[in-house]
């Protein structure tokens, strides 16, 4: 599975909308934008994913670069309880067999 | 998604001995997969276990430290055996789901 990049922190305040990026310029055709976010002392849950069109749901929102070679997890208003690490994961379409290739991920700070 | 059990949470162990972590899923799943992320550090994926069958190990794990077991396709084990204390780490299951994967609550291992 190809690699990403992100930055390794981000800082945000508390009820401010929170713009995440990632890199994966080596995606291929049959890669899907996944991410996840680890809270404290937690294993990481699924936030959102997409392939090529902008994705939105209740925790988030995925904007995908035309190209695919970066996308942005958007959080429209910053919780102190969306303070996590945040990771950009590609998976494979039919899965990766598990083997997702965690990067070190954006630790993201909220402050009241 | 999929729902799991993961036990214990955290414990502490004296260096030779051997910890054994559960995983319960709530539904039957096909492949069940193994963690370990290091403190500071990202996830590794340790192997994957499927029922009725060995459980396949990523390259550095090895079955006799790692022994896993996966009587039926809702339940697995992973054994950390005569642990060191570079052992200490969070041990997490995962499964995948329909939309990515669901990971469990994790297992802080101390060894001491």
């Known amino acids: 599975d190809a690699k990403t990049t992100q930055p390794n922190s981000m800082e945000s305040n508390e009820e401010e909308p929170v713009h995440l990026p990632c890199n994966h310029s080596?995606?291929?055709?049959?890669?899907?934008i996944h991410w996840y976010r680890q809270l404290p002392s937690q294993g990481p849950e699924y936030v959102i994913h997409?392939?090529?069109s902008n994705v939105n749901n209740r925790m988030a929102s995925l904007a995908i670069a035309e190209d695919r070679k970066s996308s942005t997890l958007i959080l429209h208003r910053a919780t102190l309880r969306d303070a996590a690490v945040y990771y950009c994961?590609?998976?494979?379409?039919?899965?990766?067999?598990?083997?997702?290739?965690f990067g070190k991920g954006t630790k993201l700070s909220v402050k009241p | 998604s999929a729902v799991i059990s993961q036990k214990p949470s955290r414990d502490i162990c004296q260096r030779g001995t051997s910890l054994t972590i559960q995983c319960q899923v709530d539904?039957?799943?096909?492949?069940m997969f193994w963690y370990r992320q290091q403190p500071g550090q990202s996830l590794t994926l340790i192997a994957t276990?499927?029922?009725?069958?060995?459980?396949?190990?990523e390259s550095g794990f090895v079955i006799d430290k790692f022994p896993i077991s996966r009587p039926n396709l809702t339940f697995s084990t992973l054994t950390v055996s005569n642990m060191s204390p570079e052992d200490s780490s969070i041990y997490l299951c995962?499964?995948?789901?329909?939309?990515?994967?669901?990971f469990g609550s994790g297992t802080r291992l101390t060894v001491v």
């Open positions: 539904s039957q799943v096909t492949m």
């Open positions: 997409g392939l090529t």
């Open positions: 995962s499964v995948e789901n329909l939309y990515g994967y669901t």
């Open positions: 080596t995606i291929s055709g049959t890669d899907y």
């Open positions: 994961i590609l998976i494979q379409y039919g899965g990766s067999q598990g083997n997702l290739i």
């Open positions: 276990a499927n029922q009725g069958s060995e459980a396949t190990y």
